[in-house]
């Protein structure tokens, strides 16, 4: 039967390879391959016309040569003709030349769109399938724009054959990957659903994949879906009987297949209905019982096809998380996979029990394998299985075996790989901190870090265990002691001084008494490391030093001899010279009070997430860590104590400008000595941050200079033209009565917000989550708004295009690692900081525009914003009396909105009573004589004036009807708040 | 979704690679550099699975090659080491008893029921019958075209 054996055409091909087969070296390749080349190009060059035989030849040579690795800048014309060809295996051969070597972009689509659009036509099924094929591999805008509504008729039509059909369904699944928009669901939508019926079961298998994507976009369109799939799926698991001939492998019915209906139903919640629900439930079970059943064949691939409908059944049970009795029994199951001799089942069932560690009914059964764990951490000679332990370790970790789990992750960095040291260096830190029940443990865990893998042992994580030590009063005299005791070693790493360096210059005095470490063998021990680390380090010491100047009077003459020697004063190092002529300086001239006030002790820093874990995330990327909901929207990229993610000041919301500067930054973070020196010393930062002082990107006047530059050139265009054709705005009613969370998301994009409103002003944090392993080009957003809001509100609208300029600015310092042209890598995410001012009502709502180039297409992507008007509340609490009074002043027709809805969710009274305070006002209770009435009051602030807003909602759970009342001293501003919070409920 | 499926040699040698989204040449040759040192390094008798990026990578080896599958996060990773087997089936059908050298010199071929199996990075048809019996059929297809080329005159 092989066809190579029928002399099957193209000698000169096999010539021609095994020619270069034979070359004894690189040179004498790339020599035989410009031969050829250049013969070629004669042949297409040459008066005679080829024929079809020889173009097919000698594309097929152009295409190998190119598999090479060598690049093709001709022939793609011959191959487009080869299309028009009638000969089968011409055009064949012209479509994979085309699949291979055509990317999106090129200038020849129509010309291909052409042959394709001939060959749909054709009514062969052979060709059609070459066509659907080319569609699929290509996969252009372009070809999207041409075929995207054909298909889906082709794929629904009665006399279509199956293989089309299933090459129709994977076609489409492809465009609507690539261009969603113009894909758009139809008529065709519930024919498709009903394919899952269809007797082929090559066409279900292609079909499911189809629905399974569709529905996990818009479920709703799909939940059809669900009966039909648990029917199909019950027909294969549950019937011994059933014959699926040759869709059987090695014994598993229809594995494929299985796999693919498990997992689109993991795109649903639990059936709602009973019988469905327990017929699902009964599969599930088979499925599981069949585990235990003897093998039928001892072939692996008997094994893996049953495992692999086994895992995809638990990964369901896991997403259902609902059936106690199931979870536990996963639980079991994958238990015993753990000691299974195949390495592939042990790595698996590490990884699924992972997820299933996070569900409440299974945690605990998860926690009874931790020996079995531990022991694979020890034994497993495959790195990558060893990372699943300690990722399980990580996942089981609760207060109760907190100790032993450190423990035991420590004992394994002494000898993990290096590729995975840093991870487990992160893991561990975060779960000595979230775990710790006295933070003595927690300082020696880190020290131990720091000892066993001081290279691994990122900024965050020692600059999180300063920030701890200085936050937790009981643990500083400890912290100090232990410091120095861990300095005693004659080599220590460098992290380990940076630590010490910090915190004996913070608490240092705490363990003066005992001579063995007084003052001045405090000092020569940090001294006697001095002189080999590294320039930053040195910084912090020297900071360290003029610390002790205050803390310990009696040194101050030796540390000053040290400022002064040649070697600090002199230094190559700018920033050395500068801060040891300035300590020595500050030291000889302030006065004991001065210098007490300007070297006082750190205040505590203000609570946040940890930043370990904001690193973690990221090096995980998106989606990878565990209970990452809210908190994945801190993460700081890498230089996090720059970073402001806390309001500065309750009281006093720092103008816009101001707060560029760093001198404003809510951390006290930012000061550098030269600002100290130039006897700018605000009394309300007076201390020096020993930590800051390395993060060189950030400081003062480069931000400045960077932001006026960038206000300078150009604004970053905020076009109306001709932007994206569809505003996204799937997500933006959820976000009336909250902050936080995904505005915006497909496959290659992520984009949540984090938002804080003080009076008339706000910030939005926008992180972009690359979903993809690929990078993001050109990455750019800006901010425009509908031309209602411009006229109405056009002040507002300009404060938000200033202020992404200058964010941009801002940005660019961040991110500084980056290359200048904005690339978002594959797996990472961007943070842009846009800053609000209200200055009027509005009703209007802005719209980011983001673009960018992913993998050679220009994607553009419109979210409304969710800037509301009621976003600038204020709550107000008032007394019942003061309530009526005003309710009664505001009695005038055009300042109350009433309106009367039906519910859309349940009524129930928790729900509404948060998102009445989500909202903004503050709730009144007992002012209502009615206690099942909600009522409440607010002001809302523009930068022009204040209106006072009181509102009632009465729900009448009888009717499941809802009225709403609100009363402003304005009109727009009632009826705005009406629309928005009549949405709600 | 299958992203891409890479062949390769022991020595590192690329033999077919399919990718399913599109990628610069550039993106392409540092990620088939990343695969061969990744999986070439790898000990014998470890397990069939890496993480990698955001992808799952899973490969096996059949005598001199290594075959090599990206899936997405959250994609089942036994399946698809069994569809790199069932490639495997399908070639050694066609060609008998498949070697290295025969997708060498026949790697349109290869392509070609790669496209039969594959289609959009999502499996097309798990039947082996069906897949062989539409080489055969554009086999037959190319028969008759070869006995037209040879014979001008028929």
């Known amino acids: 039967m092989p066809a190579v054996s029928k002399g099957d055409g193209m000698r000169g091909l096999a010539v021609f390879i095994s020619d270069i087969r034979n070359c004894k070296s690189k040179e004498a390749e790339v020599k035989r391959i410009n031969k050829e080349l250049a013969n070629i190009r004669s042949k297409f060059k040459g008066d005679k016309a080829l024929d079809g035989y020889s173009k097919k030849k000698y594309v097929c040579k152009l295409l190998f040569i190119f598999l090479l690795g060598h690049d093709i800048d001709f022939g793609h014309m011959e191959a487009v003709n080869l299309l028009s060809s009638n000969k089968y295996t011409e055009k064949q051969i012209g479509y994979l030349f085309i699949s291979v070597l055509v990317n999106s972009n090129s200038d020849l689509i129509s010309l291909i769109n052409n042959g394709i659009k001939n060959d749909l036509a054709s009514r062969n099924p052979t060709f059609m399938n070459l066509a659907l094929h080319c569609i699929a591999n290509v996969g252009s805008r372009e070809m999207a724009e041409a075929f995207a509504s054909q298909i889906p008729s082709i794929l629904v039509a009665g006399d279509t054959m199956d293989s089309v059909k299933q090459s129709a369904a994977l076609c489409l699944l492809r465009l609507n990957r690539t261009s969603p928009d113009l894909v758009p669901m139809g008529e065709w939508t519930a024919r498709v659903v009903h394919l899952l019926n269809d007797q082929h079961l090559g066409v279900v298998t292609a079909a499911t994949s189809l629905i399974t994507t569709l529905a996990q976009k818009s479920p709703e369109d799909f939940r059809t879906s669900i009966s039909l799939a648990v029917a199909r799926l019950s027909r294969i698991v549950t019937s011994a009987s059933i014959d699926l001939q040759d869709y059987t492998y090695y014994f598993v019915a229809a594995p494929w297949l299985s796999v693919k209906l498990l997992r689109l139903l993991q795109c649903y919640p639990p059936p709602e209905d009973a019988a469905l629900r327990s017929r699902l439930t009964e599969c599930l079970e088979t499925i599981l019982n069949k585990a235990q059943e003897p093998p039928k064949s001892k072939k692996v691939q008997h094994s893996n096809a049953k495992n692999a409908v086994l895992f995809e059944a638990i990964a369901l049970i896991i997403h259902h998380d609902s059936e106690p009795t199931l979870l536990v029994r996963a639980c079991n199951q994958l238990g015993q996979f753990l000691q299974h001799r195949e390495t592939n089942l042990r790595y698996l069932a590490l990884e699924s029990m992972c997820t299933l560690a996070s569900s409440e009914f299974s945690h605990e059964a998860v926690k009874t394998h931790i020996d079995t764990v531990i022991n694979a951490l020890k034994t497993e000679r495959d790195v990558s299985v060893r990372q699943r332990a300690v990722d399980l370790l990580y996942a089981m970790c609760d207060r109760s075996n907190s100790k032993q789990i450190v423990a035991e992750m420590l004992s394994y960095l002494e000898n993990a790989d290096y590729s995975i040291r840093e991870e487990i260096v992160l893991k561990v830190a975060i779960l000595a901190e979230k775990y710790a029940v006295d933070y003595t443990w927690y300082v020696d865990t880190i020290l131990n870090l720091i000892r066993i893998a001081g290279d691994h042992v990122s900024e965050e994580v020692w600059y999180r265990v300063i920030q701890i030590v200085i936050n937790q009063d009981d643990v500083q005299g400890y912290a100090a002691k232990t410091v120095f005791e861990a300095l005693q070693a004659p080599a220590c790493h460098e992290n380990l001084l940076k630590v010490g360096g910090y915190i004996l210059g913070e608490f240092g005095n705490l363990i003066a008494g005992d001579p063995r470490s007084s003052p001045l063998v405090q000092f020569n021990l940090l001294h006697s490391k001095f002189h080999l680390c590294s320039v930053p380090t040195r910084a912090l010491l020297l900071s360290a030093y003029i610390k002790f100047i205050n803390l310990f009077p009696e040194v101050k003459p030796t540390i000053q001899d040290v400022l002064r020697s040649d070697s600090q004063l002199r230094n190559a190092d700018v920033e050395l010279q500068q801060r040891a002529i300035e300590y020595l300086r500050l030291s000889c001239i302030a006065s004991t009070d001065i210098l007490a006030t300007v070297l006082e002790e750190m205040p505590p820093f203000p609570e946040r997430e940890s930043s370990i874990l904001a690193k973690l995330k990221k090096k995980k990327g998106p989606g990878k860590v565990p209970d990452m909901d809210e908190a994945r929207w801190n993460v700081n990229g890498n230089t996090e104590h720059s970073e402001n993610t806390e309001p500065t000041n309750k009281s006093s919301p720092p103008s816009l400008v101001a707060d560029l500067l760093p001198t404003n930054r809510p951390r006290p973070a930012s000061y550098s000595p030269t600002i100290l020196s130039a006897g700018n010393m605000a009394p309300s930062h007076p201390f020096t941050d020993l930590l800051n002082m390395n993060s060189s990107p950030a400081t003062g006047a480069n931000l400045l200079v960077d932001v006026l530059s960038d206000l300078s050139s150009p604004a970053p265009a905020p076009t109306t033209g001709p932007g994206p054709t569809d505003v996204c705005e799937e997500h933006f009613s959820r976000f009336v009565c909250k902050n936080n969370g995904v505005i915006f998301e497909n496959q290659l994009l992520q984009i949540g917000l984090k938002s804080e409103y003080r009076q008339n002003l706000g910030r939005i944090y926008v992180f972009y989550g690359n979903k993809t392993s690929s990078q993001f080009l050109s990455f750019s957003s800006s901010v425009t708004s509908s031309d209602t809001l411009k006229t109405h509100i056009l002040p507002l609208l300009r404060l938000l295009l200033t202020d992404l300029s200058v964010l941009k600015g801002i940005l660019c310092l961040n991110v500084h690692t980056m290359p200048v042209d904005p690339t978002v890598e594959g797996g990472a995410q961007l943070q842009q900081i846009l800053n609000i001012e209200c200055l009027s009502d509005f009703s209007d709502t802005p719209v980011l525009n983001v673009e960018f180039r992913y993998g050679g297409t220009l994607q553009n992507i419109a979210v409304k914003l969710p800037v509301m008007l009621n976003k600038f509340f204020q709550p107000t609490e008032m007394t019942s009396e003061d309530f009526f009074q005003r309710w009664k002043q505001l009695g005038v027709p055009q300042q109350e909105v009433q309106t009367i809805f039906k519910a859309q969710h349940p009524m129930d009274t928790d729900v509404t009573n948060a998102k009445i305070l989500g909202f903004g006002v503050a709730l009144l209770s007992e002012v209502d004589p009615n206690p099942a009435n909600f009522v409440g009051a607010g002001v809302i602030h523009t930068k022009n004036t204040q209106v006072g807003c009181l509102l009632r909602l009465e729900p009448n759970p009888q009717a499941e009807m809802y009225r709403l009342t609100l009363r402003t001293s304005r009109e727009s501003v009632s009826q705005r708040l009406c629309d928005l919070l009549s949405e709600q409920f | ?154």
Not at chain 2, 5 to 11: A, G, H
Not at chain 2, 56 to 78: D, M, P, T, V
Not at chain 2, 104 to 122: P, S, V
């Open chain 2, 1 to 154: 979704m299958i992203r891409f499926l890479l062949l390769f040699s022991r020595q590192g040698k690329l033999r077919l690679q399919k990718w399913f989204t599109p990628m610069t040449e550039r993106e392409k040759k540092k990620i088939t550099r990343d695969m061969t040192t990744m999986v070439l390094s790898r000990q014998p008798r470890s397990c069939n699975f890496l993480h990698w990026k955001d992808l799952k990578i899973i490969y096996k080896r059949y005598a001199s090659l290594y075959f090599c599958l990206a899936i997405e996060n959250g994609e089942n990773e036994l399946i698809a080491l069994e569809v790199i087997h069932r490639y495997v089936e399908l070639l050694d059908k066609y060609f008998g008893n498949v070697c290295e050298l025969d997708i060498i010199f026949n790697f349109e071929k290869a392509y070609f029921i790669l496209d039969e199996f594959l289609m959009g990075g999502e499996i097309q048809e798990t039947s082996k019958q069906m897949v062989n019996r539409s080489i055969e059929a554009s086999d037959m297809l190319q028969e008759t075209m070869e006995e037209y080329m040879s014979k001008p005159a028929f």
